[in-house]
């Protein structure tokens, strides 16, 4: 008898050590206007939910250059001469502060939208903000990557640590008191991997890591994000393609409307009215930006690598040479595409071999899955009907961050990020 | 009775067929770890071989686009005068200027530009806008005080631009080959004779004595196109792409597009 209560005494102990849950953020206390995961992923926040922010005239902040690979001054050709040096931005406060790094999501730039937000918010509440450009954008894939081809998610984060060191040296007169790291979307996968370098590298030793909505299986993600251009819509015929349906729809809004305004508030109001888009057409419209970016990196990865896919090795590129007939090539490759043709080619040759399902491993949340168990200072928030998540992975996060995870029940892909109740859970998590 | 049963199974099949076949307002099944699958939302195309993407992207690089090799080095000389002069000069201004003062110098020159506002609202017969940029010039160059400060948009009467090209698109005039003027951008043929005529325009009527004080003046001119560059948000590099030029291209044309037919 008492053998069996010291038992059950011994297994309860155990599940209760287990079973540090996630926090679940309840639909009807959260408030957040969006149900439909497709509207949320493109409208985001409506202007008056989001949090008040500093202007950009009220920022202390630049651009500099880093001069990462000096080589391809003279490797690249000349049109590409803007992205030589990498550009960063940074948001210096007038006093001693702790610093953030801002890791911006697949095929961005240090300025994209969800980036110049997390500035906003970051610097009104004290912090030294840097910005960085993701690794898959084209502007790093040509000033800052060795390799050039993004997508084994280690090596990107040896690049972007190595960017993170120079912006460091180049600011090493900024009194800075601790950093921090944060990324959305693909930039949180490479927050993760950038705070599992430091633990052996030291340079920032990081106090706090957040990651906002990041995949967790990165083959499930894009191949859901290339499915996105195969849903069936309505309205495509003969003689009108998807653009045109969407700009008639537009068109026909603002002459409703009677004026063109374009602000914060646009695309909230369009999909209010009566020119709304249905959940597939939104699908095709978030697919089409993920395939522009696939076609970015594919074309940029096969240039600088020389492979010859899409344009051939020795082909004489000036400033005025056409570039469209390599666009249209580009254009015919999905993230998929990418991965088969250009990464597991370089990955198998670098690597000794190794299947598909290795690499999902070695690229994905997987690989680091008993170092974020074990770190306290990692948390993640994530949405319950972000597409770039497939079924058991918000299983794998539960498991993984366990009381670390907060799962919001509506937002679609980083949609609710600029919701005041996620911007105050944001502020929180590095104040505490 | 057999008719009607017929008759009924018929209904039955018409409205099934009618029937909204999306699967939108299916109820959301939520996993065993709370995920709630919203790509199960989506009707697919069932063999995941639709070629639309591709189909509506290589159509939309379809423009007209006779002297590309000579656009595209204008876009790069653009590019580098953007970066190395013109938003240098544009951080200077916000550096040494408050923020009222900016603002009063975007609505001066705004107020001016409502004069070929409102001469190519009335050339398209566009009654009720012309009389709303009537209304704007009126109440902003002498409540606001010849345009210093923009008393109508928040009456209710908001900027809305309209320019000599759009004229000629409104009567039918197709755009022509796409151009990169030096210094000012993405246009094309037809955009360009119209921004010949709207200026030609500008200075015979000379409102406020402006353009005849800036032909002595050049610093005015320096003026407003620091100006001009401080409204605009269009930064180069911002679309992050190897093919920017295309993409600024095809939205260039077709915002001109829309902004003829709204």
Known sequence: MLRSLRCAALLGSLFLSASALAVDIDQASYGFPLTNPFEATIATTPPDLRPSLPSNDEINQSDYTLNMRPEREFSLPDNFWAVKKLTYRIAKQDHAAPLIFLISGTGARFDSSINEYLKKLYYQAGYHVVQLSSPTSFDFMSAASRFATPGITQEDAEDMYRVMQAVRAQNASLPVTDFYLSGYSLGALDAAFVSKLDETRHSFNFKKVLLLNPPVNLYTSITNLDRLVQTEVKGINNTTTFYELVLNKLTRYFQQKGYIDLNDALLYDFQNSKQHLTNEQMAMLIGTTFRFSAADIAFTSDLINRRGLIIPPKYPITEGTSLTPFLKRALQCDFDCYLTEQVIPMWRARSDGGSLLQLVDQVSLYALKDYLHASPKIAVMHNADDVILGPGDLGFLRQTFGDRLTVYPLGGHCGNLNYRVNADAMLEFFRG | ?262
């Open chain 2, 1 to 262: 009775m057999a008719k009607y049963l017929l008759l009924l199974a018929a209904l039955m099949c018409a409205s099934v067929a009618n029937a909204d076949n999306s699967k939108a307002h299916a109820p959301t099944v939520v996993g065993a770890d709370g995920f709630k699958e919203p790509l199960s939302k989506l009707k697919f195309n069932p063999g995941l071989d639709q070629r639309e993407f591709e189909r509506s992207s290589l159509t939309a690089l379809n423009v007209y686009d006779p002297l590309e090799s000579w656009n595209r080095r204008v876009y790069h000389f653009n590019y580098r005068f953007d970066q190395w002069v013109f938003l240098p000069v544009v951080d200077g201004y916000r550096y040494v200027t408050p923020s009222f003062l900016r603002t009063g110098v975007s609505n001066f020159f705004n107020n001016l530009g409502d004069v070929p506002n409102l001469l190519n609202s009335l050339l398209q017969l566009k009654g009720h806008r012309s009389l709303e940029t009537t209304g704007r010039l009126l109440v902003n160059t002498t409540l606001g005080v010849a345009g210093l400060w923009d008393p109508a948009t928040s009456m209710g009467l908001p900027r809305q631009s309209e320019d000599f090209g759009q004229t000629l698109g409104f009567y039918g005039v197709p755009g022509g080959a796409y151009l990169v003027l030096p210094i000012l951008g993405p246009s094309n043929l037809r955009d360009t004779g119209g921004l010949l005529v709207d200026y030609s325009a500008e200075s015979q009527i000379n409102f406020l004595n402006v353009s005849e004080v800036s032909s002595n003046h050049p610093e005015i001119w320096a003026l407003r196109a620091v100006d001009k560059r401080y409204q605009t948000s269009f930064r180069y590099g911002q679309m992050n792409s190897p093919f920017e030029y295309e993409k600024v291209r095809y939205i260039y044309t077709e915002s001109r597009k829309l902004q003829i037919a709204e």
